[in-house]
C-alpha cells in the first residue's frame, strides 16, 4: 500500500515557512501561522514533518542554505575575480532591496531567537554560517593565487572578519534606515580586502 499522496508542493511549502520563520522567529511562528502559509492541515502537517514545528524549521534552513549558499559557492568558484564577487554581495545589502531586506541573517536570527531547550536548531544554524565562513575562506584563498589581495592576513582570518561584518551588518542594518549611511559603513569595512 502505497499510502496517501501529497498534496502540497514540499519547494513551496518550505519556501512559505521560511516567510513564516523569518518574520516571526522560531519561537514565536504558531502551528496555525505556518498551517496557513502552507496551505495543509494539521494531520497532513504531522504526516509531511513527523518531527513537527522542529523538522520543518530543519527543513527551511537547508532550504535557504540550497537555494543560497550553494549559488554563491559555485560563484566563488567559477568567477574571474571572487574578491569582486564577495564585495559586491556585501554592497548588495546596503540599498533598499537587499536579497535580506531589514530581517537579518535566518541563521543569526535563530542563534538569537531560539530558546536553549533547542540546542540542536541552534547548532544547526551555527553550522551554517560556518558554511557561509567556509564560502568566504575560499574566495579569498582564490583572491590571494590570482593576485587581488595586498593584505596579509591569512584567507581564514579574513573569511573570519567578513562572517562577523555579515553578523553585525544585519543587527545594524535593523537600527539604520540610511541606506547611503549603509553602503559607506560597508565599504569603509571591506577596504580590509583590498
Not at 53 to 71: A, I, P, T, Y
Amino acid at each position: 500500500m502505497a499510502g496517501r499522496p501529497k498534496i502540497y508542493d514540499e519547494s513551496e511549502a518550505l519556501d512559505n515557512a521560511v516567510k513564516v520563520f523569518w518574520e516571526k522567529g522560531y519561537e514565536n511562528a504558531s502551528a496555525n501561522d505556518l498551517l496557513k502559509a502552507i496551505g495543509i492541515g494539521k494531520g497532513s502537517f504531522y504526516l509531511a514533518f513527523k518531527g513537527g514545528k522542529q523538522e520543518l524549521f530543519e527543513k527551511s534552513m537547508q532550504r535557504v542554505v540550497d537555494q543560497n549558499f550553494k549559488e554563491f559557492r559555485k560563484a566563488v568558484v567559477n568567477c574571474d575575480d571572487p574578491v569582486r564577487l564577495v564585495k559586491d554581495f556585501f554592497l548588495s545589502l546596503a540599498g533598499a532591496d537587499s536579497p535580506i531586506g531589514n530581517q537579518g541573517c535566518y541563521f543569526g536570527n535563530a542563534l538569537v531567537q531560539i530558546s536553549g531547550h533547542e540546542s540542536g536548531l541552534k547548532m544547526m544554524a551555527a553550522e551554517n554560517l560556518q558554511l557561509l565562513e567556509t564560502i568566504f575562506a575560499e574566495a579569498m584563498r582564490r583572491g590571494k593565487k590570482l593576485g587581488l589581495l595586498q593584505t596579509e592576513q591569512s584567507p581564514e582570518m579574513l573569511a573570519s572578519y567578513l562572517i562577523n561584518l555579515w553578523n553585525g551588518f544585519n543587527v545594524t542594518k535593523r537600527m539604520e534606515n540610511d541606506h547611503g549611511k549603509l553602503l559607506d559603513l560597508i565599504k569603509m569595512n571591506l577596504r580590509v580586502i583590498e
